[in-house]
């Protein structure tokens, strides 16, 4: 992580925490108004000025003042995020299928029946045309023989060793380093007003934990997501636990509220997605009928990143477009709200 | 929970968390040693003096002194307690057993088959024989039938009203009144000391959550358990969640390190037990080479509620027993160790 993005982050969240802090004491609500402005102004640096980001202040004001009709006490301030898409970048295809591409080569040798199997022969021969074909058992197949057959600890290691060496074919930069710096300063506002904030995503539970800590400061009891199967074995005495060749849980779609209350337990009241895999989350979230925020990231922005939505591949984003007006959701325009997509200074 | 527990217990967080606070900016080891005197003076006050207390200590100092070579950092410390018969009683038979036959004879009027359809109909016959003879596939199929076809919030209501109303046959009380007090103290002690405090319980996930946090003061999303199927459903545009009639996953055994891991992500360095069911968590948490603390909550005491071992068909504590001296797991006798055993002063 640049030390100027540390920097900066730590400043917002150390004002943005101080006025939260400072707040508690203030008892007219002249001073809590006041207060208020002090925080929003240093708030979500690179959110543009505009609805977006008012909304966004205005929303965590009113469930944060003990004062307000919407006042939501701290055990329930329950964020939750997609990631694809919405934390970091899904294009041109899911960072984690391109780290299963990887993984596949890198352990051909040992497969020598790989060469004339598919879908691993077209992986083997890069071959773009039959990729692109790939159905959804074939990309289950790949992720499968990628993510099993070994240890915990040493797939962790696999994937350290895969985020510090492969780069991004257009920025070229490490694959952790295309997270959008707009969404870390949303995840460090909520957390300075006493939100947890947890990451509910489609992509595997143990790929995202090897990295989520450091680039979003989520701990791994707060990362949900896809899981296989596991098996504890004392080998010699050593506790060891093994990923099995099989799935165990989809946390995409329908399975993310599902995810939410069988590991969380409570109804999050901030939900924010990009596609249609998070509709039912933003649903459970934010019916329409409660003080709750459902957000959603329109990849609108072809300069900086790549504009898709309703007739993407990856990232489809068409029903719960249409139904954010609807339910109230805020859709946030990546080319009009956010001044900065990535945190580095040589990314735009 | 009675107002004087409450006392006690507020007393003891308070001060011991005040030496842990207080013990941080002490520079000398002289300092770090007569604070920590303090602190284990006032720490787990139903707990008898003795080698059991004092190892528990000791543990603790040893992992949160800086200047030890066993210092286990903040984000590290994670506790994990199984729930019946290590925080409260599982006698005559698991509480939640109970839940389920209660509630099998409150629904039976849904269910006229059952008056003659197995297992039902020992229990709606209250045949104490055929009950004894009960299958693991009948138990699962009485468990079923009163953990689902109904929403979440309706589940949680109807283990809320049975907590409020049912009374254990022995002591005359609600099930939730008997928990155990040194348990409690153990887990404020910890939490004292900054331990993040986990159930790992092979009991079902959403009956817990109703109770632990006011029993416990362990939040949901640090509860797991056992689960069943859920679906996610827009009724009417209200987002719901019901409870399928299958087994998703089972929180047990060798299912305990699995479900940890997947759960929390992070190994524990603390894990308490009282069964064979809890054996690979405590392999998992403390295989005997590194700094961490597996205890064994033994049931000797005969008196103050049943003592049983090896030959028990409900909590059986066989291997674990037996593993524990070359793993160096503490073994706590019920009858020496604990002052008090449940919280109420009308209580033992």
Chains 1, 2 share one sequence.
């Not at 469930?63 to 964020?79: C, K, L, N, W």
């Not at 159905?135 to 060793?161: C, M, P």
């Not at 969380?264 to 990009?274: D, L, V």
């Not at 709750?292 to 990856?314: C, K, P, Q, T, W």
């Amino acid at each position: 992580m640049p030390a100027s993005r540390t920097l900066t982050l730590l400043t917002v969240a150390t004002l943005a925490g101080l006025a939260a802090c400072t707040e508690r004491p203030a008892e007219s609500s002249a001073d809590r108004a006041e207060l208020a402005e002090v925080t929003s102004a240093v708030a979500l640096p690179s959110w543009n000025e505009g609805e977006t980001r008012r909304a966004i202040i205005d929303f965590v004001a009113r469930v944060t003042d003990e004062a307000s009709p919407d006042f939501v006490p701290v055990a329930e301030r329950i964020a939750v995020f997609d990631n694809d898409g919405t934390l970091w970048s899904e294009m041109p295809f899911y960072f984690q299928l391109q780290f299963a591409l990887d993984r596949v080569k890198a352990v051909a040798d040992e497969h020598p029946e790989w060469r004339e199997t598919q879908p691993f022969q077209a992986i083997l021969e890069d071959d773009r045309e039959a990729m692109a074909a790939f159905e959804l058992h074939d990309v289950v197949e790949v992720a499968i023989a990628a993510h099993s057959g070994l240890t915990t600890d040493e797939f962790d290691a696999i994937v350290d060793d895969w985020m510090a060496t492969a780069r991004h074919p257009r920025y070229g930069v490490a694959y952790d380093e295309l997270i959008y710096q707009p969404m870390l300063e949303l995840l460090d506002y909520l957390r300075a007003h006493d939100f947890k904030t947890f990451i509910v995503s489609g992509g595997g539970m143990d790929f995202l934990r090897t990295f989520a800590e450091e680039a979003y400061g989520i701990p791994p009891e707060q990362v949900m997501g896809s899981s296989g199967g596991l098996e504890f074995r004392m080998d010699d005495g050593v506790p060891t636990l093994y990923k099995l060749p099989e799935i165990n849980f989809v946390d995409d779609k329908a399975g993310k509220p599902v995810g939410i209350l069988r590991f969380k337990g409570r109804r999050p009241i901030f939900a924010a997605g990009n596609s249609d895999g998070d509709l039912q989350m933003l649903q459970y979230t934010a019916p329409g009928n409660r003080a709750a925020f459902g957000l959603i990231v329109h990849h609108d922005d072809d300069e900086r990143e790549v504009a898709y939505d309703r007739d993407s591949h990856v990232g489809r984003l068409d029903q719960a477009l249409t139904e954010a007006p609807e339910r109230g959701w805020t859709v946030v325009s990546m080319r009009d709200d956010w001044k900065k997509v990535f945190p580095s200074p040589e990314l735009p």
